[in-house]
């Protein structure tokens, strides 16, 4: 029997509530303080630092319960409506919960998924498949984790993430009477307001910029600052050089490549010969990087903990950065704003999603990705018209 074949056989077996029941075991499997699947995922990731999976994962899965699988199952469903009997899910990224997120929601639909892992983490979507089958071979068995290209062409509907020549590669491959949904490359940016203490807003931003070493498109790839009064962004620049040093040991960040060791190298070597630029350093190593941005400039985004700081006047000019940003801005983490200063900043830079600093990593169950129904998108609604 093929996977395929395999897939269409369990996907009969799967009943909407026994799945909800048995993500939710699951889940609790990999939150629980002493899981095993967690420590799997530190012992052979070898992305991150075992204190970024560990914080990473277990905040991230926090609120993940089948009750909140129920209620985003009840808002998202319409019956009538078409569930694809198989969905393609190819993955790209290293960040776990990232896979386990992707993987899931298929199922909380009713669709069995076929599962191609990132290049880049073949472990995470390999490790949750486990965890479902130990905790319900039924479910176990409606995910197959491979890498058989042909599925984009056979498959009910395919969920690609990746660079956006990938996604428009796989979109091609992918029948146009299919259900297609693409997540193609994102980045976020964090911004602090006026309304809100320094440190308090350093201490957020910190988190946002360690977890993950700067590698998923939640991570902020800029820190805009209002500079008022004159001088505020230098000050928040070193308080937030103060706690990435101390993050440097709480979190450490993950082994470079030689390749990545070499890009950030020149990306400080860059800085720190541009104009008006001040760099916060630590004393010894790359672990992180601070750059202190003049007014008005437009710096590459940032990568690897070296981050851009950008000085703002005031609501316009985050609005402004955000248009620049679109069509790729994905999160606006915040502090110290209004809300219709921050509904304006993401709408203009299209964007889905404002948070608060320090929650950057850690999107709802539900969230619309990229705007996209997490659900809904994979279903084929009927109308049901009265005689």
């Given at each position: 029997m093929s996977a395929l074949e395999g897939l269409r056989e369990a996907h009969h077996k799967l009943e909407p509530a026994a799945v909800i029941d048995a993500l939710d075991r699951v889940l609790a499997t990999w939150r629980a303080p002493t899981s095993v699947w967690r420590t799997k995922l530190q012992h052979e990731h070898g992305i991150y630092s075992s204190q970024v999976l560990e914080l990473g994962t277990a905040e991230a899965l926090r609120d993940w319960t089948g009750e909140a699988l129920r209620r985003m199952r009840a808002r998202e469903l319409r019956e009538p409506c078409r569930v694809p009997p198989v969905t393609a899910v190819w993955l790209?990224?290293?960040?776990?919960?990232?896979?386990?997120?992707?993987?899931?929601?298929?199922?909380?639909?009713?669709?069995?998924?076929?599962?191609?892992?990132?290049?880049?983490d073949p472990l995470s979507a390999r490790l949750f498949a486990e965890s479902l089958r130990a905790q319900d071979p039924t479910l176990g068995a409606a995910v197959v984790v491979g890498n058989d290209p042909t599925l984009l062409e056979s498959a009910d509907a395919v969920v690609a993430h990746g660079a956006d020549e990938t996604i428009a590669a796989i979109r091609a491959r992918v029948?146009?009477?299919?259900?297609?949904?693409?997540?193609?490359?994102?980045?976020?940016?964090?911004?602090?307001?006026?309304?809100?203490?320094?440190?308090?807003?350093?201490?957020?931003?910190?988190?946002d910029i360690a977890l993950y070493d700067g590698r998923g498109c939640l991570s902020p790839?800029?820190?805009?600052?209002?500079?008022?009064?004159?001088g505020r962004a230098a000050a928040f620049g070193r308080a937030l050089a103060d706690e990435l040093e101390q993050l440097a040991s709480k979190l450490p960040r993950g082994p470079l490549l030689?390749?990545?060791?070499?890009?950030?190298?020149?990306?400080r070597a860059r800085a720190a010969v541009r104009e008006g630029v001040r760099l916060e350093l630590p004393e010894h190593g790359s672990e992180w990087t601070v750059i202190l941005?003049?007014?008005?400039?437009?710096?590459?985004?940032?990568?690897?903990?070296c981050l851009p700081l950008v000085p703002l006047f005031d609501a316009c000019e985050l609005e402004d950065w955000c248009?620049?940003?679109?069509?790729?801005?994905?999160?606006?983490?915040?502090?110290?704003?209004?809300?219709?200063?921050?509904?304006?900043?993401?709408?203009?830079?299209?964007?889905?999603?404002?948070?608060?600093?320090?929650?950057?990593?850690?999107?709802?169950?539900?969230?619309?990705?990229?705007?996209?129904?997490?659900?809904?998108?994979?279903?084929?609604?009927?109308?049901?018209e009265s005689p």
């Open positions: 790209a990224g290293s960040i776990p919960s990232a896979a386990f997120h992707a993987i899931l929601l298929p199922l909380v639909a009713g669709s069995a998924v076929y599962v191609k892992p990132s290049s880049q029948p146009p009477q299919r259900v297609f949904v693409g997540h193609g490359h994102k980045l976020s940016l964090a911004a602090v307001g006026p309304a809100v203490e320094i440190d308090t807003a350093a201490q957020a931003v910190a988190i790839a800029y820190v805009g600052v209002v500079d008022r009064p004159a030689t390749s990545e060791e070499a890009a950030l190298h020149e990306m941005e003049p007014a008005g400039s437009r710096p590459a985004p940032g990568w690897l903990r248009r620049r940003l679109a069509p790729h801005l994905s999160s606006l983490g915040h502090m110290g704003w209004g809300r219709q200063e921050l509904l304006s900043a993401v709408q203009l830079g299209g964007g889905s999603r404002a948070c608060t600093l320090g929650r950057m990593h850690f999107p709802p169950i539900d969230w619309n990705h990229d705007g996209i129904s997490p659900i809904r998108s994979l279903l084929r609604l009927i109308d049901a």
